[in-house]
């Protein structure tokens, strides 16, 4: 496949997810023919949203969207995915932690607002944090899986699980009692809604003990928002047949395509030369190029693995963080050190 490079700088920053807009005001605000949405990895989600623009001659330019959480200011970081549903546009954190652990916190949360918004003025966002409520309904999901998940290793397990724990328990958190010393850290990188308003989670980390990536149905995310309920964790599958053999892949992002289907990037389980503990227990899981796959999901099977097809190998490149369909053009958006970088296929 030959990609196209455009080239952008936002906020000195770097990218994570690429989900068209559906707004026809939010486009003509910016005199667009089309765009995209990225988060932004560094900071708190409502600094940290911004648009890859395209005007009508053809130019594409970033717009770093200023937006407002209300009491939630300051309280998130890491957010990694972006998906559509019933007229929102939601934002997933990572649920996970810095390379070296432990996890935080604030990194447990779902954002959403409506992109019309941002076409007048400051963009109100709602953010719900969970306080580990997701991980334990991921983790209860796993645990009844008919495939094992990749054991983490015991120095991961002390430095995400155990050290969380500790560092709770010490600080009298009510949120300790979603933790258990064998639950399997999560990184959530990955998340698109089915028709009937299921969540499907793509994960980072864990993947199988096979080394396929892992995609978890999640319901009930829109009442978070609407009722204070929390969502419930539905099957886990492994996504087969993709991951290159000796290695372990892990979900980069999941969306929709228009014949029912899913596509998705799958990759690296971690970055290379960053300190990562998950890297130095499974080192499998790093020099692995990013491929962009195919699937079909269908919820009333009985099966907890879905066989997946290769499109594309995306190599040489390891941190592909997004891909979106936008008239018959492919787009994929990579995570490069203080810029963002926009591959149009």
Same mark, same amino acid.
């Given at each position: 496949?030959?990609?196209?490079?455009?080239?952008?700088?936002?906020?000195?920053?770097?990218?994570?997810?690429?989900?068209?807009?559906?707004?026809?005001?939010?486009?003509?605000?910016?005199?667009?023919?089309?765009?995209?949405?990225?988060?932004?990895?560094?900071?708190?989600?409502?600094?940290?949203?911004?648009?890859?623009?395209?005007?009508?001659?053809?130019?594409?330019?970033?717009?770093?969207?200023?937006?407002?959480?209300?009491?939630?200011?300051?309280?998130?970081?890491?957010?990694?995915? &972006? #998906?559509?549903? *019933?007229?929102?546009?939601? %934002?997933?954190?990572?649920? $996970?932690?810095?390379? =070296?652990?432990? +996890?935080?916190?604030?990194?447990?949360?779902?954002?959403?607002?409506?992109?019309?918004?941002?076409?007048?003025?400051?963009?109100?966002?709602?953010?719900?944090?969970?306080?580990?409520?997701?991980?334990?309904?991921?983790?209860?999901?796993?645990?009844?899986?008919?495939?094992?998940?990749?054991?983490?290793?015991?120095?991961?397990?002390?430095?995400?699980?155990?050290?969380?724990?500790?560092?709770?328990?010490?600080?009298?958190?009510?949120?300790?009692?979603? &933790? #258990?010393?064998? *639950?399997?850290?999560?990184? %959530?990188?990955?998340?698109? $809604?089915?028709?009937? =308003?299921?969540? +499907?989670?793509?994960?980072?980390?864990?993947?199988?003990?096979?080394?396929?990536?892992?995609?978890?149905?999640?319901?009930?995310?829109?009442?978070?928002?609407?009722?204070?309920?929390?969502?419930?964790?539905?099957?886990?599958?492994?996504?087969?047949?993709?991951?290159?053999?000796?290695?372990?892949?892990?979900?980069?992002?999941?969306?929709?395509?228009?014949?029912?289907?899913?596509?998705?990037?799958?990759?690296?389980?971690?970055?290379?030369?960053?300190?990562?503990?998950?890297? *130095?227990?499974?080192?499998?899981?790093?020099?692995?190029?990013?491929?962009?796959?195919?699937?079909?999901?269908?919820?009333?099977?009985?099966?907890?693995?879905?066989?997946?097809?290769?499109?594309?190998?995306?190599?040489?490149?390891?941190?592909?963080?997004?891909?979106?369909?936008?008239?018959?053009?492919?787009?994929?958006?990579?995570?490069?050190?203080?810029?963002?970088?926009?591959?149009?296929?």
């Amino acid at each position: 496949m030959t990609l196209r490079l455009v080239e952008f700088v936002v906020a000195g920053n770097e990218a994570s997810d690429l989900l068209p807009v559906r707004s026809p005001a939010l486009l003509r605000a910016h005199r667009a023919r089309r765009g995209f949405w990225t988060v932004l990895d560094e900071g708190p989600v409502e600094r940290c949203l911004a648009l890859l623009l395209e005007r009508g001659d053809g130019e594409w330019a970033a717009h770093h969207v200023p937006a407002d959480a209300g009491s939630e200011n300051g309280r998130t970081e890491d957010g990694e995915a &972006l #998906a559509h549903h *019933d007229g929102w546009v939601y %934002v997933f954190g990572s649920h $996970f932690g810095s390379k =070296g652990g432990p +996890l935080r916190p604030r990194r447990a949360f779902v954002a959403r607002f409506r992109e019309d918004d941002a076409a007048a003025g400051t963009l109100p966002v709602q953010v719900v944090r969970n306080r580990f409520r997701l991980h334990r309904a991921v983790n209860d999901a796993l645990a009844k899986a008919s495939f094992s998940p990749l054991p983490p290793g015991d120095r991961v397990r002390s430095r995400f699980i155990v050290e969380t724990l500790a560092r709770g328990t010490a600080r009298a958190k009510s949120w300790v009692t979603r &933790l #258990a010393e064998d *639950d399997l850290p999560l990184n %959530v990188e990955a998340a698109a $809604f089915a028709p009937d =308003g299921t969540a +499907l989670l793509g994960l980072r980390f864990p993947v199988t003990a096979d080394g396929e990536p892992i995609l978890v149905e999640l319901a009930g995310v829109p009442e978070m928002f609407a009722d204070a309920a929390w969502p419930r964790a539905g099957r886990a599958y492994a996504l087969t047949g993709v991951t290159p053999p000796g290695a372990l892949a892990g979900f980069r992002a999941v969306t929709p395509t228009p014949d029912g289907g899913y596509a998705a990037v799958i990759g690296s389980i971690d970055a290379l030369g960053k300190g990562s503990v998950l890297l *130095d227990a499974h080192p499998t899981g790093g020099e692995v190029t990013s491929r962009h796959v195919r699937f079909r999901w269908d919820p009333a099977a009985d099966e907890h693995r879905i066989p997946g097809e290769v499109v594309a190998d995306l190599a040489p490149f390891h941190h592909v963080e997004g891909l979106a369909e936008c008239d018959g053009a492919w787009f994929y958006v990579t995570d490069e050190d203080h810029r963002v970088a926009l591959w149009v296929g």
